[in-house]
């Protein structure tokens, strides 16, 4: 069950954290601008060592090495830089490298896809069926919440599969491409608002070239700088990529669906105020935990409830945000849903399992909070106006014309 | 606020000239000079926020009217609304609607706009304060809010004349008590049997005894213009924050904003460069009323600044705002010639 949190706790709630959050913004400044360039130079020389590596090894190991460097670059450059970078988290300084209006990552999604379909459409709706495309609802099934379509048989096949080319399914995925190209049969009923065929293939356009560009470079250029060795480089540079690509799908798929996230309607969150928007931002996201390496392989994602609440406060605060977050929620009642990773995953595996298949009996159990909108029935206007729509409009149509002379001008 | 383009801004005001047609199913008698009039067409509303309005137009002698009103109807319902209008004496307008609109009448009604409506996300505290007939706004604010799963604190202040001048009154007293989060206080300036009512005008007092922690609330704040001068003026005492404050000036009459400032006695020529006329400008009368009193008809809407219809050019001259006494520069600018008179020697694009 959602918290039932009274209008003026809430109001309390959003006070509580707004107070968090003024309390971290007094403190950012060089420190943050220090950490995100150092992350940069680390990300700089993991990426050399790793091409190094993979374009001189004689060996498996020393090839391994390379893989492991240039795909922990890789990893650093989309996650703990590129994805927070592209928030705004570092704008403050001014400095272009940094900056979210200047920043494109090398993730194949374009900046300008991911700022649109990530920063509003996730981070405003946060697991919003029909508004959040990022719950998943545009090809899987992970609750009730979504009406069944034969599609979600292929989910468990599917969703793995797509993890080892998340960054191609992700900016696919976004641009909603199943709802204009699968049979009407198979496409599900659940959907976020679609682009016009033309911004569609503006947005398609922009992909091709990022991806032609980023393919050359990894899989033609470096290759063939090695000469005859360039069938290992491909190899290297490949799986520096699908490793990548599968550490983002965990860690994504981490964020928002395991067992105990809710789900909202576009009803529920109409005229929500912040703190109801907070306490939806925290009953939609879960945290992981463990080590600060792994903290920073995230993005700190494993903080994914903190960085809901403020995606805009440099990443690395969020470490020093969750205890007091945390206490805040649990002195509201509010779940904060934090565990280990792998078994969070589990939770979603067995969620894509689950909801592959239609529902056995009709007892369809609804997670969303009782305190539901007003039914129209009971509602006062609603009803008058009901009542005056089933008189028949009687036009009462007297002389206008001579009334109209009777017409008292001012 | 947002800013647009002079050129924008009067692409957008021609874009909400009347076109729907609207039948009128309903009419309600709120108050003993009041009515709320429901309409119901063909082809919805486009979508818009609670607080906004529509311009609406109707013959009237052989006379085409416009005037512009805010929908005191929830946007959840787009091709059934409702307008509440305060019978004002001398009022062209609003008494033809009261004498002579009825059941199954058509008129023309505008696509709705307007900036005084409510934020995303919706504040949590929150408080609709009003006058007179300036509740309309904020009624379809609040039929808005109860038909949503908005959880604000909402406090809903009303100032009235006397008991039977309270305009929405049963409604909001239903909606008061099944709404734990409304916090409901209707005050009258007369006295009152009514027990449930408190008696006197809005004054530094009231406003802190009725609204604990004021300084917390967002504002939207509608009402006659001496009512909302008061309530700004002890806002400003209480050092409100002004960016928490919303506001819609709501004047019924252009006769009624020429006689709510203080304006001096200008003598200028006022001169129509399209149509090469001209006329000795006096501040009784707008340049609207002018330039329609010696035979233009320039497009127009509400008459009270509000929907930016009657947006021209001004190519020289000074003019003076009448709703807040600004004067313009001498050079060329866009005005609204339905609040504004000529100071000096004028000429407008018209």
Redesign the interface.
């Known amino acids: 069950m959602k918290p039932n949190l009274s209008p003026q706790q809430l109001n309390d709630f959003q006070d509580e954290l707004d107070q968090l959050r003024q309390s971290i913004e007094a403190k950012v400044g060089q420190e943050d601008f220090d950490y995100i360039k150092n992350m940069i130079e680390i990300k700089r020389y993991l990426e050399i060592s790793g091409r190094l590596l993979i374009h001189f090894s004689l060996d498996p190991i020393s090839w391994s090495l390379g893989v492991a460097s240039l795909s922990s670059a890789h990893i650093l450059e989309s996650m703990e830089i590129g994805h927070n970078v592209m928030h705004g988290q570092y704008d403050f300084h001014g400095d272009p490298e940094i900056n979210s209006s200047e920043y494109d990552w090398t993730i194949t999604a374009t900046a300008k896809n991911w700022k649109r379909a990530h920063n509003y459409h996730h981070h405003s709706f946060t697991n919003v069926v029909g508004k959040d495309t990022d719950y998943g609802y545009g090809l899987f099934r992970i609750a009730d919440d979504v009406e069944w379509n034969p599609v979600h048989l292929l989910q468990p096949v599917l969703s793995p599969l797509s993890g080892l080319v998340f960054e191609y399914a992700v900016a696919l995925y976004d641009l909603q491409l199943q709802q204009y190209f699968l049979p009407k049969w198979l496409r599900p009923k659940e959907h976020a608002e679609l682009m016009s065929k033309q911004e569609l293939a503006q947005e398609l356009k922009e992909f091709a070239v990022k991806t032609t560009k980023k393919s050359l470079k990894e899989y033609v250029l470096f290759p063939l700088l090695a000469g005859p060795m360039a069938p290992k480089v491909l190899a290297g540079n490949v799986s520096a990529q699908a490793i990548r690509n599968l550490w983002s799908f965990a860690v994504i798929y981490c964020g928002h669906l395991p067992e105990g996230n809710f789900s909202f309607t576009e009803e529920e969150v109409e005229a929500e105020t912040k703190g109801q928007w907070y306490v939806r931002q925290i009953l939609g996201s879960s945290n992981f935990e463990g080590s600060l390496l792994l903290h920073i392989m995230s993005g700190h994602l494993s903080h994914q409830i903190e960085h809901h609440l403020f995606p805009d406060l440099p990443a690395w605060r969020y470490r020093e945000l969750g205890p007091k977050v945390k206490a805040v929620c649990e002195k509201y009642a509010v779940p904060y849903q934090t565990g280990k990773m792998l078994p969070q995953l589990k939770t979603v595996a067995q969620r894509l399992l689950k909801y592959a298949l239609p529902d056995r009996k009709s007892n369809k159990v609804s997670e969303t909070q009782s305190h539901a909108p007003v039914t129209e029935a009971n509602d006062i206007e609603q009803k008058s106006l009901l009542i005056t729509r089933k008189k028949p409009a009687k036009v009462v149509r007297k002389k206008r014309q001579v009334e109209m002379a009777q017409v008292e001008i001012a | 606020m947002e800013m647009h383009t002079p050129l924008l801004e009067k692409t957008l005001a021609q874009s909400i000239s009347p076109h729907i047609t609207a039948?009128l199913?309903?009419q309600?008698l709120e108050t003993h000079n009041t009515k709320s009039y429901?309409f119901?067409s063909a082809q919805p509303l486009s979508e818009f926020k609670a607080g906004s309005h529509v311009n609406i137009e109707f013959?009237?002698?052989?006379k085409s009217i416009k005037r512009t009103y805010t929908l005191s109807?929830?946007p959840k319902?787009r091709d059934?609304f409702s307008i509440t209008v305060k019978r004002i004496e001398?009022?062209?307008a609003s008494?033809?609607l009261f004498?002579?609109l009825?059941?199954?009448?058509t008129i023309l009604v505008s696509q709705p706009q307007g900036q005084f409506v409510?934020p995303r996300?919706?504040?949590?505290?929150l408080l609709m304060l009003s006058a007179g007939s300036g509740i309309t706004p904020l009624m379809s604010m609040l039929?808005?809010?109860?038909?949503?799963?908005?959880?604000?604190?909402i406090t809903f202040l009303h100032y009235a004349q006397s008991d039977s001048d309270l305009i929405f009154g049963d409604?909001l007293k239903?909606?008061a008590a099944?709404h734990?989060?409304l916090s409901l206080h209707f005050v009258v300036e007369r006295e009152t049997t009514d027990d449930t009512l408190l008696t006197g005008r809005i004054s530094r007092e009231n406003l802190s005894q009725l609204v604990p922690r004021l300084q917390d609330h967002e504002i939207y704040l509608c009402g006659p213009r001496p009512f909302m001068s008061a309530t700004i003026k002890i806002l400003d005492d209480l050092e409100f924050n002004p960016s928490h404050l919303h506001q819609e000036n709501f004047t019924a009459?252009s006769?009624a904003l020429i006689g709510s400032v203080e304006t001096p006695k200008y003598s200028a020529l006022l001169s129509f460069s399209n149509s090469k006329l001209s006329t000795q400008s006096t501040p009784a009368s707008t340049i609207l009323e002018q330039a329609e009193a010696i035979g233009l008809s320039p497009s127009h809407g509400c008459r009270m600044g509000i929907c930016r219809t009657c947006l021209c050019q001004k190519q020289s001259g000074t003019t003076v705002n009448i709703l807040t006494g600004e004067e313009s520069s001498e050079g060329s600018e866009y005005i609204l010639p339905c609040i504004s008179v000529a100071k000096t020697n004028t000429v407008i694009s018209l």
């Open positions: 039948r199913i309903d309600t429901f119901e013959d009237s002698a052989g109807s929830s319902l059934v001398g009022g062209l008494n033809w004498n002579h009825e059941l199954g009448d409510l996300p919706i504040p949590g505290r039929r808005y809010l109860t038909r949503t799963n908005n959880h604000s604190e409604e239903q909606l099944r734990a989060n009459d006769a």
